[in-house]
């Protein structure tokens, strides 16, 4: 059922000036398609990560995703409309959507597997999406290494809107954070400037 074919005809029905839902609902297609093919779900990172917790406070202009089988993934975006513009980037010009496509067997995951989110869009629909707790780890490095104040402020941003939904303990103990000790305290740190407690 979830064939090229489908996946083509569903993607004619969305409207490009509908960014977001344009874009997640890409995902949620070629997700579909995918699992049929018994290749796994791509993991949603980057910017559309922070754009979903975000709820859409934070905007981005293309999707980041790392996927196991990366030729079948690829052959399949260019039949799905997307032409390569430049080594592992897609562009689609009638959705006017742009795809980062990354070996996941060369890039890893920036977090934990077993932590990956499942985000249903609607009953056909859902997409694999990279942790809360790790999209926050994320924007933290990219404040501490880079001096991204904006990244600082959308991880901020996450931590007090899903505070009581977060593993704390993972963050500043047992996961990314604990492998450099800046990062965890930055983290305790933003928790304590936002008035929030992690007891």
């Given at each position: 059922?979830?064939?090229?074919?489908?996946?083509?005809?569903?993607?004619?029905?969305?409207?490009?000036?509908?960014?977001f839902?344009t874009?997640?609902r890409?995902?949620?297609?070629?997700?579909?398609?995918?699992?049929?093919?018994?290749?796994?779900?791509?993991?949603?990172?980057?910017?559309?990560s922070?754009?979903?917790?975000?709820?859409?406070?934070?905007?981005?202009?293309?999707?980041?995703?790392?996927?196991?089988?990366?030729?079948?993934?690829?052959?399949?975006?260019?039949?799905?409309?997307?032409?390569?513009?430049?080594?592992?980037?897609?562009?689609?010009?009638?959705?006017?959507?742009?795809?980062?496509a990354m070996?996941?067997?060369?890039?890893?995951?920036?977090?934990?597997?077993?932590?990956?989110?499942?985000?249903?869009?609607?009953?056909?629909?859902?997409?694999?999406?990279?942790?809360?707790?790790?999209?926050?780890?994320?924007r933290?490095?990219?404040?501490?290494?880079?001096?991204?104040?904006?990244?600082?402020?959308?991880?901020?941003?996450?931590?007090?809107?899903?505070?009581?939904?977060?593993d704390i303990?993972?963050?500043?103990?047992?996961?990314?954070?604990?492998?450099?000790?800046?990062?965890?305290?930055?983290?305790?740190?933003?928790?304590?400037?936002?008035?929030?407690?992690?007891?």
């Amino acid at each position: 059922m979830y064939d090229i074919e489908w996946a083509n005809q569903y993607l004619k029905k969305l409207d490009p000036e509908e960014k977001f839902n344009t874009m997640i609902r890409t995902v949620g297609v070629l997700t579909k398609v995918l699992e049929s093919k018994d290749i796994s779900p791509p993991i949603i990172v980057g910017g559309l990560s922070v754009e979903i917790y975000t709820n859409s406070d934070y905007a981005t202009r293309d999707i980041d995703f790392l996927s196991g089988d990366i030729d079948k993934v690829k052959s399949i975006l260019e039949e799905l409309g997307f032409s390569n513009s430049e080594g592992r980037h897609y562009y689609n010009s009638d959705l006017m959507v742009a795809v980062d496509a990354m070996d996941i067997a060369y890039e890893g995951l920036a977090g934990a597997y077993d932590k990956v989110e499942k985000i249903d869009i609607d009953d056909e629909l859902y997409v694999k999406v990279i942790s809360r707790e790790d999209i926050i780890m994320d924007r933290i490095r990219a404040y501490l290494h880079w001096k991204e104040h904006d990244s600082r402020y959308w991880a901020m941003f996450i931590i007090e809107t899903y505070f009581n939904e977060l593993d704390i303990d993972y963050m500043t103990t047992v996961g990314r954070g604990s492998e450099v000790k800046s990062e965890a305290n930055e983290v305790i740190k933003c928790i304590e400037e936002l008035g929030l407690s992690s007891n």
